[in-house]
């Protein structure tokens, strides 16, 4: 653990009226979910010329799962200008074409079904395509973390199975995504230990089960299998196709302090597996720093020069330009491939003091002061 130090955000606007807009606006957001679009209306581009994207085109994603929790605390983002904007349209303005959303099984305030539900909704409501990553867990689902909901039975395979197909089919009816991520980051399999990748019975049955199911709700929905580290990826895919498991697209994280610096291996991967399975094959987790300091004191994921790739520091403009090289060589793959930079919301939004704050506000797309970084360009551009 690194030292840290508080830095204290400043805040315009500290008159009566101010807080008062800033109260009424926020709960807005998060309590009624109605409003978002009205806000800051842009005559030069309204909303009626935004269409929404096909699924079959290269993805610019965003994951912003963590969003209620901050509307919650009254955060209000801002443009490049400093003027507030309502944070779905400002996306899909800015390049992102496609919101991914994380669900947990049970009652989590952030992260349960209703959450994550209204947040998909304000999301549609901006033209952009929703991709839902199902954890099958009641937290982190990971390399580390599978573990099996505590509503779900966890000694009977085939009652397990039962458990998934309900809740796979449940949201499925629910979200009618244009994505659907079955699983997060399995390379080790899912609802461990009964669906460990070692035991490809009842892992494959589990994948088979949440595919049946996705496909009796909406055939068109694209499906997603995702994993960890590209260093896999030939491996993993290879054996989904070797077990018949019917799916559209395969998904990779890649994050330099766990990955390595090797982009010319990282695009040549995706290259060669789609070539090799004829799926496509997409960046479905991505960030980068634009400082190593920070505005709580929650401990960041990301806080030193050895996480990084040599070639991109830890600045704003080092944060623009990586991600900038990410977009570049997603476009020249020679398939509709896709990029998801993940978190990209997920700002300091519980005070300055807070341990439970956010561990990745250095590595959002906004600065401290909520204000949108150079790097929100970097999603419109195609080279």
């Given amino acids: 653990m690194y030292f840290r130090r508080v830095i204290y955000r400043t805040q315009k606007g500290n008159s009566a009226l101010d807080n008062l807009k800033n109260l009424l606006f926020a709960l807005a957001l998060i309590w009624n979910f109605t409003s978002c679009k009205k806000e800051q209306p842009n005559p030069q581009q309204?909303?009626?010329?935004?269409?929404?994207?096909?699924?079959?085109?290269?993805?610019?994603?965003?994951?912003?799962?963590?969003?209620?929790?901050?509307?919650?605390?009254?955060?209000?983002?801002?443009?490049?200008?400093?003027?507030?904007?309502?944070i779905f349209d400002y996306l899909r303005k800015s390049g992102i074409n496609t919101i991914r959303l994380r669900t947990w099984v049970g009652s989590d305030p952030n992260y349960n079904t209703d959450t994550i539900y209204k947040l998909a909704q304000l999301a549609r409501k901006s033209k952009l395509l929703i991709w839902l990553d199902l954890h099958y867990s009641n937290t982190w689902a990971d390399p580390g973390n599978q573990k099996i909901p505590q509503e779900w039975n966890s000694q009977d395979f085939e009652l397990l199975k039962n458990d998934l197909s309900a809740y796979t089919r449940e949201l499925m009816s629910k979200f009618q995504p244009d994505f659907i991520q079955l699983g997060n980051e399995i390379d080790g399999g899912m609802l461990w230990p009964v669906g460990v990748i070692s035991d490809t019975a009842n892992f494959y049955g589990l994948c088979r089960e949440a595919v049946k199911q996705?496909?009796?709700?909406?055939?068109?929905?694209?499906?997603?299998?995702?994993?960890?580290?590209?260093?896999?990826?030939?491996?993993?895919?290879?054996?989904?196709?070797?077990?018949?498991?019917?799916?559209?697209?395969?998904?990779?994280?890649?994050?330099?302090?766990?990955?390595?610096?090797?982009?010319?291996?990282?695009?040549?991967?995706?290259?060669?597996?789609?070539?090799?399975?004829?799926?496509?094959?997409?960046?479905?987790?991505?960030?980068?720093?634009?400082?190593?300091?920070?505005?709580?004191?929650?401990?960041?994921?990301?806080?030193?020069?050895?996480?990084?790739?040599?070639?991109?520091?830890?600045?704003?403009?080092?944060?623009?330009?990586?991600?900038?090289?990410?977009?570049?060589?997603?476009?020249?793959?020679?398939?509709?491939?896709?990029?998801?930079?993940?978190?990209?919301?997920?700002?300091?939004?519980?005070?300055?003091?807070?341990?439970?704050?956010?561990p990745w506000e250095n590595q959002a797309c906004f600065d401290f002061s909520y204000k949108a970084l150079p790097v929100i360009s970097e999603f419109s551009k195609k080279d």
Wanted: charged share 20%; hydrophobic share 35%; proline share 5%.
């Fill in 46 to 86: 309204p909303d009626t010329q935004l269409m929404l994207a096909s699924p079959d085109s290269t993805i610019v994603a965003m994951d912003v799962s963590s969003l209620a929790m901050i509307l919650r605390k009254g955060v209000i983002f801002k443009n490049r200008e400093g003027k507030d904007v309502s």
């Fill in 214 to 358: 996705t496909r009796a709700v909406k055939p068109s929905t694209r499906i997603i299998f995702h994993i960890s580290s590209y260093h896999n990826a030939d491996w993993f895919f290879s054996h989904l196709n070797n077990h018949n498991i019917d799916y559209d697209i395969g998904g990779v994280s890649y994050y330099p302090k766990w990955h390595g610096n090797n982009l010319d291996s990282l695009f040549q991967t995706l290259n060669r597996v789609q070539n090799n399975t004829k799926k496509r094959m997409i960046i479905a987790e991505n960030s980068y720093p634009f400082t190593f300091s920070w505005a709580d004191w929650t401990d960041n994921v990301v806080g030193w020069d050895g996480d990084l790739h040599p070639n991109y520091p830890g600045t704003i403009d080092g944060q623009s330009n990586f991600v900038g090289e990410m977009m570049r060589r997603t476009y020249s793959l020679p398939f509709s491939s896709g990029y998801c930079y993940w978190e990209g919301v997920w700002v300091a939004f519980d005070g300055p003091e807070s341990k439970q704050g956010s």
